[in-house]
T-cell receptor, first 113, second 116 residues
Framework: GNSVTQMEGPVTLSEEAFLTINCTYT??????LFWYVQYPGEGLQLLLK?????DKGSNKGFEATYRKETTSFHLEKGSVQVSDSAVYFC????????????FGSGTRLLVRP | GAVVSQHPSWVICKSGTSVKIECRSL??????MFWYRQFPKQSLMLMAT?????????EQGVEKDKFLINHASLTLSTLTVTSAHPEDSSFYIC????????????FGPGTRLTVL
């Protein structure tokens, strides 16, 4: 079946450090892949997405590349800020679904000044 | 941007009572709303999909008589947990979309339910 696995948190970094949050998936064919972010007290927000292999999604300095060969969609940012502290969710939308999202368990990021 | 609210943000109830959670799209009309459940340190799991004016579609394993969903207008969907038990304690999250074929779902902040 379809599933998403992401690294357990919390991930604690100092400001300006490099961030990687790993995400791998299991799905048939070519699902669409997403990263959502949830800031404290708010709903999940779409951060970036990629809909086909080798696509790179990017937003707010974050990037993730759709790697079909490794079934991965790792989230990266070159220099994190305190304001990036949040919970990050990796998700996929199966090829045969127009709307259904399957989420990973979320990774909490804490950035210290 | 599109904003989705939920009410209440948290609720504590006694076992056997029913609890209603509201999900509202504040600045857009949502043809489709989704209800998710999240256990601690686990994924969001889709419970059901509701379209305005029609019956909700429940995911496999979700009891439709236990979790009543009503989508009476284009801006409001409600989830009622009937005869709640401690195992129903969880974080319930709704999302809304303009149509079923878009990638973008707008999420509410969630409702934490604790059943004593």
């Amino acid at each position: 079946g379809n599933s998403v696995t992401q690294m357990e948190g919390p991930v604690t970094l100092s400001e300006e450090a490099f961030l990687t949050i790993n995400c791998t998936y299991t799905a048939t064919g070519y699902p669409s892949l997403f990263w959502y972010v949830q800031y404290p007290g708010e709903g999940l927000q779409l951060l970036l997405k990629a809909t086909k292999a080798d696509d790179k999604g990017s937003n707010k300095g974050f990037e993730a590349t759709y790697r079909k060969e490794t079934t991965s969609f790792h989230l990266e940012k070159g220099s994190v800020q305190v304001s990036d502290s949040a919970v990050y969710f990796c998700a996929l939308r199966p090829m045969d679904s127009s709307y259904k999202l399957i989420f990973g368990s979320g990774t909490r990021l804490l950035v210290r000044p | 941007g599109a904003v989705v609210s939920q009410h209440p943000s948290w609720v504590i109830c006694k076992s056997g009572t029913s609890v209603k959670i509201e999900c509202r799209s504040l600045d857009f009309q949502a043809t489709t709303m989704f209800w998710y459940r999240q256990f601690p340190k686990q994924s969001l799991m889709l419970m059901a999909t509701s379209n305005e004016g029609s019956k909700a579609t429940y995911e496999q394993g979700v009891e439709k008589d236990k979790f009543l969903i009503n989508h009476a207008s284009l801006t409001l969907s409600t989830l009622t947990v009937t005869s709640a038990h401690p195992e129903d304690s969880s974080f319930y999250i709704c999302s809304a979309t303009l149509d079923t074929y878009t990638d973008t779902q707008y999420f509410g902040p969630g409702t934490r339910l604790t059943v004593l």
